[in-house]
């Protein structure tokens, strides 16, 4: 990216964190994962080869670190610097769902992200001892991404989008635009199963627990004043 040629500190920062999805990416490791898998599940449009290139850039700029695990795996660490972007970051997307978000188009709907997402948000502790499987289907997508798995064991939650074999605990059933719009505050839980937009069997204790460990989206509290 060539620079702005300005020895101003906005121009200097906007080379690094404004560079395209470097944004993204910095709400990946501030939010979810510091795997570069897990990243690019946060961002699947992004090619491997534009991430990795990104990840050196702000290891290069100091807004990272890369380790080794002790597995002899990788994994991107914000630093200091780095942690200090969050409020930023956040921010940007206060600011976005405040003044210019309207109603999704079809193009921006992902189960696949949307469901990193949620998972990224559950509270483990919400979920009884044990193994809990949760299955969600969207009702309104072809079969190969119709359904989705929920796995919380210990501290721990994972996304399956293939059968993990285990018997299931609670299903969901909703059209992805849904779950999107419950996700992000704009239609209520309880309005959506009210009016049959999502259904929910199982257990009765899972779905009385539903609301405390189904997270919504940081920004779900951020009302629109746009036009």
């Known amino acids: ?31 979810r994962g510091t795997r570069f898998n897990d990243i690019r599940r946060g961002v699947p449009l992004m090619s491997p080869s534009l991430l990795a290139k990104r990840l050196r850039s702000l290891e290069e700029a100091g807004v990272l670190e890369r380790r080794v695990r002790s597995n002899g795996g990788t994994e991107y660490q914000l630093t200091e610097a780095g942690r200090e972007l969050g409020p930023l970051i956040l921010q940007l997307g206060d600011w976005g769902k405040r003044w210019l978000r309207r109603r999704v188009r079809r193009d921006q709907l992902d189960a696949g992200v949307l469901l990193w997402d ?54 969901l059933a909703s059209t992805l635009r849904t779950l999107t719009e419950i996700w992000m505050g704009d239609v209520s839980l309880q309005r959506a199963r009210d009016d049959g937009m999502l259904e929910i069997h199982g257990r009765s204790d899972l779905r009385r627990r539903l609301r405390s460990w189904l997270q919504l989206s940081p920004f779900a509290g951020i009302r629109r004043k746009g036009p």
């Open 1 to 31: 990216m060539k620079g702005y040629g300005q020895y101003c500190p906005i121009a200097q920062a906007a080379e690094i964190v404004t560079e395209r999805w470097t944004p993204l990416v910095l709400r990946e490791l501030l939010v």
């Open 118 to 171: 949620i998972r990224g948000r559950v509270d483990p502790g919400c979920f009884p001892a044990g193994r809990t499987v949760v299955q969600i289907e969207f009702t309104d997508l072809p079969a190969a991404q119709r359904r989705w798995w929920l796995v919380n064991e210990g501290n721990d939650a994972d996304l399956c989008l293939t059968n993990p074999g285990y018997e299931v605990d609670l299903y």
